[in-house]
């Protein structure tokens, strides 16, 4: 096992009744005027906007409003954020929304505390050494960037997706009520059930896999989100079902699951170039990535892939050969995929096949022009890349 | 399910070389003249005050020194920390040790904040407002202080021992060394693993049985625990065992375990009467308690217990009865407290009964002068009380 830092401060307000401390939330972590970020028409028809507006009136806060978030959250919308929020002398950003929608946040805070570009973070040109403050209320559960350290931007100019990862821009509090996730489709309910099954998988394939505690924890937060997921998708109003996938997905990536083990985040990263260079949905991407990387890395530490497929997803263990209980338990995650209506290929995920440019093209962006590597329980180059695309592409 | 907050803001730094950020960590959290306070001569023996200071005096923070703190911490040592503090314009409280050292320091971090004597949130004649902020270098796993919001302090005079919660004294960091829990002795190991199960087993035997996600967790955290705490008696210098340990008892009461539950905490209750009458360990108390509560509630949850039993204790369910699964539940956790040294009676732990006057004075206090309950599960009067202790005392 490794050393870990462990810091989670997003103060999380959970339930029915969690709207309400809007207001209160906002003034106890210091907005003074607070800049109203997110997405599609939907917070304004459901009415949360609105509740957002009484709630933040009630306390006597201003506020200026910036919708027009995307999936894939892009640079240009930042830096408008950025601007207004100047203009505005707005202090706190506060996210109505997905992980998009914070991810967007989390860049305008960088950005408001810099006199630079916001993508240099992203770049990796430099660091951040501030960022204003940022609270969530969270509407789709999935990316669990609500507790994260982590941000996802995509600069439209060659269509690069990058993440940058700080402390400093996890959020002061996260509003989660289940209710309002009653209304996601079973797409996008599925979508970020793979995010979170990801999120904790990326950590769980490891080569430190003698950190019990954290096992067991991840263990049981999959074999949670795999029991719950395609029930949820059959009833979509099940408050006790959604609850468990919304609490899930934070739990999933404030690295809870990751204490004592270095994350290995290929499958993540080949999937960002596939969803920045198609816009597909990250979840079905994952989805489509996932069994491809697990087959390719399997013989590294096949017992590991073993223990999920026992543990996790309930198959018998073949006693003789750790190697055959690992494959079965990539087929039943394939299965449990499927289930949820999730591709397990590129071809299912895009209605065509990607063409070999196509896949060089991803492959060279996702080792930065074949300069850098990927992944952990396997060190992936651009050759090892180009290989499982092409694996996910049959 | 209930709705929840869950906030735990508590900057973890884990692991062998966790020691070398204390300075940095005191920095980080605005330290500008701390007060280093501490329980024996353990701490100055084992060399890991010295580390302390050297770690101060590297950054240039300087401290003051306060050392004494007894198991059952003591108000009056509480009032000299305040005094010191006040005195020498302490801005920052450093604990060093385990709870009964962090229980002081929080408990001095109020004080100091405070005109009036510090008991008053004890004896709830008022609510917090602020406290200083507290930094934790935690030596023995048990009582989960070092994350949660929780304060037990005894006032010699009567021999009350009382518990005030506020999320103001959760630690702002905790710096957590395996390697140094490696001198700890059986007993020491085996109330910490007591006190943590306890922490859990609290939250988990609710009316609220539908949050699975939390059950899931609890359930893994505590079958690590029971699964860890016989082999890391066995093997005190196994640093993989010492780290499940001592992360089970942080997370096991920083309210993870908790999320969407009302906890009960009769047993807890019932327990502090017995270690502040008897000064005995606060684990063991709770083992001598337990089983005698569990056979007294039984009745109101049984397929609680049963789940209990199957989930954690790896009891074959009796299908037939949830009841019978339960009872053989609440024999498995007596064999499993025998194991580590634990008593499961009140004799067992004092060497004698306890007299009818001593119970039904414990209960006296424990219902405040019979005017108050505890619990939750099953909410217990004065009589109840007494009926527990004296299934207790057989």
Redesign the interface.
Known sequence: ?????????T????????EKEIGHLVKKHGGGKVLIHYGGKSAETSGLLDTVRRQLDAVGIPFVELGGVVPNPVLSKVHEGVQISKNENVDFILAVGGGSVIDSAKAIAYGLAYDGDVWDFFSKKTEAFAAYPIGVILTIPAAGSEMSNGCVITNEEGYSKRAYDNDLCRPRFAVMNPIRTYTLSAYQTACGAVDMMMHTMERYFSHDD?????D??A???M??VC??APKVIAAPNDY?LR??IM??GS?AHNN?TG??TIGDFATHMLEHELSAMFNVAHGAGLAAIWPHWAEYVLSENPTRFAQFAVNVLKIANNFRSAEETAREGIEAMKIFYKKIGMPTSIPELLGRKATDDEIREMADKCSLGRTSTIGHLKILSYDDMVEIYNMANR
């Open positions: 096992m490794k050393d870990f830092h462990y810091y989670t401060p103060e999380v307000v959970f339930g029915k009744d969690s003698d950190m019990l505690l954290t067991a924890i263990e049981s937060l074999r949670t029991e719950c006790i609850s468990q609490w899930a739990l809870l204490c004592g």
